[in-house]
């Protein structure tokens, strides 16, 4: 199996997700999700780094688009939850989110080489616009935030578990 490049993306980026969906849940329960998902981000990134180390370098300029990608999205999340929040639609937040990750992860999958970032980029897209109908159809913030939040980080493990090998690996181990 090739070297996986940027082998803590998902992980990491999921750790975020997961954080954003436990949010939303009552004191209490939010904790014990919280830690769950932040146990299971380090069990991920420790299994990471025995198999993949840091991974094989980005190509050429690689880097920089990486970062630049990275940057304009965080910025168009900002700005969306912004003008959404200031025209009383706040609600929106969380679902535009979604969509916008998933709209940058199918830019980056062609510069990863990996085709499992497009599946979990529409994804994340069809989740962003199912956040947002139940938004519009619902009060408070358990769907449009914990839910959203909480698929959308275990995508992101799921994923990161398929692209580095550790779901083939434990499906062999299961079959031995």
């Known amino acids: 199996m090739r070297a996986t490049r940027v082998p803590y993306l998902e992980p990491i980026v999921g750790a975020v997700w997961w954080t954003v ?23 991920l990134v420790m299994a990471l780094r025995g198999r993949h180390g840091a991974g094989e370098p980005l190509p050429h300029r690689g880097r920089g688009r990486f970062l630049r ?7 168009l999340v900002a700005v969306a939850g912004t003008v959404l929040s200031s025209l009383s639609w706040g609600e929106l ?10 709209a940058a992860l199918m830019m980056l999958s062609s ?11 529409g994804a994340l897209m069809v989740l962003g616009a199912a956040g947002a109908l139940l938004a519009l ?16 980080g275990a995508l992101f493990w799921l994923t990161s578990a398929h692209r580095t090998g550790l779901l083939a690996e434990a499906r062999h181990r299961v079959r031995r």
């Open 93 to 102: 937040a969380v679902p535009a989110a979604a969509a916008l990750v998933g």
């Open 111 to 121: 510069q990863l080489d990996e085709r499992s970032l497009v599946a979990l980029g």
């Open 69 to 75: 990608l990275l940057g304009i999205t965080a910025a």
């Open 137 to 152: 159809d619902s009060a408070g913030k358990l769907y449009p935030q914990g839910l959203v939040g909480l698929v959308a």
């Open 21 to 43: 969906g436990a949010a939303a849940l009552d004191g209490g329960p939010g904790t014990v999700v919280l830690a769950a998902g932040l146990g299971l981000t380090a069990l």
